[in-house]
């Protein structure tokens, strides 16, 4: 049972337009979500994260919005650079709980110059 | 700087032998993860341990053990290898505490190919 859904396996976008990631989630006990961009043979590293008490998280040129109403959260990238392109991973937890992440099993990003 | 490093980058290796993966973070966090990544199947978790002599199993925990010694070391042993476990490998870390992100950093990975 995947419990954290990135349902787009790949996303390709122009440079300097908006790209936007989907991600779903079906436990309800999540609290803290977070997204992870990955690029070739290279770990994961931290891009942005939002928790449930907030609908909107910024960043310079990168927004998280939650819809918890939905189970839904999105990344938003604007505007979108050659560099962004890589394996984003949509992870979620429970805060004061495990502490264990769980993983989509990732978007891969293309921007094309 | 803190860092995460594993060892070795990469790895053949044959069915039915046992292979360590090493992984050493300077940190000084007390959660370490493994993972492994598959197509069409993302970031899945190995096993995790929080803290000195500490372990857990995580969804695809069969066919690998880990032993927690110190803070700073987390070794993955497949004990017989097998070709399914072809896969590339990441460790990660986190601090611990409740309340905390619970944001992992994570190592450079092992690609490991089993024959």
């Known amino acids: 049972d995947q419990q954290v859904k990135q349902n787009s396996p790949s996303l390709s976008v122009q440079e300097g337009r908006i790209s936007i990631l989907n991600c779903d989630y079906t436990?309800?006990?999540?609290?803290?979500f977070l997204w992870y961009k990955k690029y070739p043979a290279e770990g994961p590293t931290f891009l942005i994260s939002?928790?449930?008490?907030?609908d909107k998280n910024e960043d310079g040129r990168f927004t998280v919005f939650l819809n918890k109403s939905a189970k839904h959260l999105s990344l938003h990238i604007v505007p979108s650079q050659p560099g962004d392109s890589a394996v984003y991973f949509c992870?979620?937890?429970?805060?004061?709980?495990?502490?264990?992440?769980?993983f989509g099993k990732g978007t891969k990003l293309t921007v094309n110059p | 700087d803190a860092e995460i490093t594993q060892s070795p980058r990469h790895k053949i290796t044959e069915t039915g032998r046992q292979v360590t993966l090493a992984c050493h973070q300077t940190?000084?966090?007390?959660?370490m993860f493994w993972y492994r990544q598959d197509l069409g199947h993302g970031l899945r978790l190995i096993h995790y341990?929080?803290?000195?002599?500490?372990?857990n199993k995580g969804e695809v925990s069969d066919g690998y053990s880990v032993s927690r010694s110190n803070t700073e070391d987390l070794p993955l042993t497949l004990e017989s290898a097998a070709s399914s476990q072809t896969s590339v490998y990441f460790c990660?870390?986190?601090?611990?505490?409740?309340?905390?992100?619970?944001?992992?950093?994570f190592g450079p990975g092992t690609r490991l190919t089993v024959l």
């Open positions: 990660a870390s986190s601090e611990s505490g409740g309340g905390a992100r619970n944001e992992q950093f």
């Open positions: 436990n309800s006990m999540f609290d803290y």
């Open positions: 939002i928790s449930s008490i907030k």
């Open positions: 992870a979620a937890s429970v805060r004061g709980g495990s502490e264990k992440l769980v």
């Open positions: 940190w000084n966090h007390n959660n």
């Open positions: 341990s929080y803290g000195v002599q500490d372990t």
